[in-house]
Each structure stands twice: as C-alpha cells, then as structure tokens.
C-alpha cells in the first residue's frame, strides 16, 4: 500500500502525473491514493482492473462533475442512469457519417485560418504559444459544427465575449479542481475567482440560450429534419431540437442548453491537447513528421482541402495520430463512486463506499506490464513495420 498525501500531489509544479506513474510503476495494478484522513481515490493502472469498473454499474464521482454542472448542466458528461441512456439514444443521430461528412470541410477551414496566421510567425520568427491557437481553431470549427455560428474567434478572440467567457469558465473550473479549499462552494464563490466565474457563466449560458431561441424560431415552419438538410448542411443544434423519443418526446430547453454547453466545454480543449501533442511528437520525430507530410500531400493530390473520402488514405499519419494519444491522453483520469463491494479478476476485493475508483488513463498507457517499452513510440514503430513490408 501507498499513502499519497495532498501536499505531494497538489503542489502544481508540473510533475503530478509523472508522479502517478512512477507509483504506479511500484504497484502496476491499484493504489490508494489519500486526500487526508478522510478521501481517497483507488487509482488502476492496469486494462483487466479497469475492466471490471466500467462494466459495472457503479455511479460517475458526482464530486468531480459537481464543479462543472452549474455551467454546463446534466448534459452527457454529467447525468447518469435513464436520462444518461435517454440522452445518448437520442444523440446518436447527430454522430452519423451523413451529418458528420460535411463537418470536415468547416475543420478545413478553421484550420486553414490557422495556418495563415502562423504563416506571419514564420516569416518573423517571432516565438508564440501553440496551443493558445490551436486551442482558437477547436472552438472556431465547434461552434461552426455545434451551432453553423462563424464567431471569427481565431482573428477577432479578445473581443468576443462569449469566447472569452467559455475560456474563462474552462480554465476556472481547472483551477477550482486542483485548489482543495476552493473544493467548499462557500469558500469558492466569496473568491475573486468565484466572482469572475459567476460573471463568465451568465455570459456563456445567456448566449447559448439566445442562439437556441433564434434557431426554434427559425424552425417553427419545419417539420422533419430532411426537409432542412435538403436546405443546408444539419448541425449538432438541429438534431438536438428536432430528436424524440419512442413517445414523441424531445428533449426540453434545459436539456438542450446542457447538451450543447456540454458539446463545446468537452470537445474544443480536449481536441485542442490532442492536436497539439500531436504536432509534439511529430517535431521531435522529423523522420516520421516527414512521412505524414508526403502521404498527406499523395492523399491530396493537388488539392488545398482534406475531404471525408481522403481520411482513409493516410494510414501511416492516423497510426502517429493514436500513438500520440496513448501518450499523452487529453483526458488523463475517468472516476467512478463504489456503492457495492467490487471482487477483481485476481480475487482482491475494494469494500463499499470506501473511496472513489480513478481510471488513470495516462498511467494505464505507461504501464510496464501492459507495454514493453512505454515510453516508446509503439505506433510509429508499427508504422515503420508497414512502411518496410507494405502492409
């Protein structure tokens, strides 16, 4: 057993989760981890533990999402249960390949507004924070696919307010996490920090529900969603406003301002990580940079603009891709609650209600006993593999 104390995990130096790998090195299967006499986090390193927790029916760890449920409400990250099911039911239409193929044309874009901007870098050789802009273009191609909204956020990002809100919200609810006594809604909310929150939320949940209210209004004539995408490309807004369940029912406008909150609070930054260590790997591996570059430039053949058709012609860049998240996860950790005792394959048994389960992901994918050389880059290696026998 390991006793891990909140001071040697909270000093936010850096190196919080090297530290969770290095003991998970020591115990490669679970180890307690406590905040005090009183909380503890059963943290798994290993597939076949992990397996166990999300096939059970254990509750998500209200305490981690209670800090963002006040944004964003009980869309899909937060809610569980029958409204969990009924919710993903009725998503599930907006993640089809007909509704998602046009999406990559709005990405191309945001990304090509990108690329201009770092064509006056590299004329300058002025230095700038990558991930600031990469993080810009995310939420540029989000709101285009969320809401079909062009905020001009990548040239125009100190004046939008609604922009700056949802970064402010992002990186507070951040900062409220990692701050234990911020952890108190009564110490948090009598902060300066509370009160730019408080301020930011009004502003990011006015604007989403203004632009709901204008698109129902817009919709009022239309009946079915074909009718709409033989106007227009759908976007993640019209699935939402038009789903219903086996009885007729739709989702109310709480549920819909929660889903699409939901929608731009997870996938603009995450998205934006993945991408940026992915553009990591690839500039301290030129040799492989190198390889993706020529197969996208073959994939492309004369033209400026990927399509849904050119995504399965880059096999070699999509494996570099995937590598590039085994190693650095946009999400490191998913937690559930204990309700009832849990027994796993190799018979230890965790009691009930006796600490919240952390699935590290990060930890997992440096794992000795799951990867022979972690640190590794298992899939450029395997890239290399096919590039050799032409697999």
């Not at 999402?65 to 944004?71: G, M, N, S, T």
């Not at 108190?184 to 909310?189: A, E």
């Not at 946009?330 to 559930?336: A, L, S």
Request: proline share 5%.
């Amino acid at each position: 057993c390991v006793l891990v104390v909140a001071l040697d995990f909270t000093k936010q130096d850096g190196t919080d989760l090297d530290k969770i790998v290095e003991w998970g090195q020591q115990y490669p299967y679970a180890f307690p981890q406590w905040f005090g006499p009183f909380f503890c986090f059963l943290n798994i390193h290993h597939p076949d533990y992990v397996k166990t927790i999300l096939t059970s029916t254990e509750p998500k760890a209200d305490f981690v999402y209670k800090f963002v449920e006040d944004w964003i409400g009980e869309g899909l990250l937060v809610s569980q249960g029958q409204k969990w099911f009924q919710h993903r039911r009725l998503l599930t239409p907006g993640f089809h390949y007909d509704v998602l193929k046009p999406y990559v044309k709005l990405m191309s874009d945001s990304a090509k507004t990108m690329l201009k901007k770092w064509e006056r870098y590299a004329n300058t050789n002025e230095p700038f924070e990558l991930f600031e802009h990469v993080s810009l273009m995310t939420l540029d191609s989000i709101l285009k696919c969320a809401f079909s909204y062009s905020s001009n956020c990548q040239t125009e990002s100190g004046t939008n307010t609604y922009i700056k809100a949802v970064y402010d919200l992002s990186n507070l609810i951040n900062l409220r996490i990692r701050t234990f006594p911020y952890h108190s809604d009564f110490i948090f909310y009598l902060s300066p920090h509370g009160y730019r929150y408080r301020k930011a939320r009004r502003v990011a949940q006015s604007h989403t529900e203004e632009v709901i209210r204008k698109r129902k209004e817009a919709l009022k004539k239309e009946k079915e969603l074909k009718h709409i995408q033989a106007k227009r490309n759908l976007d993640f807004l019209d699935i939402l406003l038009f789903a219903r369940d086996e009885e007729q029912q739709g989702l109310s406008d709480e549920d819909i301002r929660a889903e699409v909150d939901t929608f731009m609070f997870e996938g603009h930054d995450t998205t934006a990580s993945g991408i940026s260590f992915t553009l990591y790997c690839l500039a301290c591996h030129p040799e492989h940079q190198k390889l993706c570059r020529d197969e996208i430039i073959e994939a492309l053949d004369g033209k400026d603009t990927m399509e849904w058709e050119d995504l399965s012609k880059i096999p070699y860049t999509t494996m570099c891709i995937k590598e590039s998240l085994r190693l650095y996860p946009p999400v490191p950790g998913i937690f559930r609650r204990t309700t009832k005792p849990i027994t796993f394959f190799d018979g230890r048994t965790l009691p009930e209600g006796l600490c919240y389960v952390g699935t590290f992901i990060y930890g997992i994918h440096r794992n000795p006993l799951v990867w022979e050389n972690p640190e590794a880059s298992q899939g450029l290696i395997a890239g290399d593999m096919c590039v050799t026998t032409g697999c």
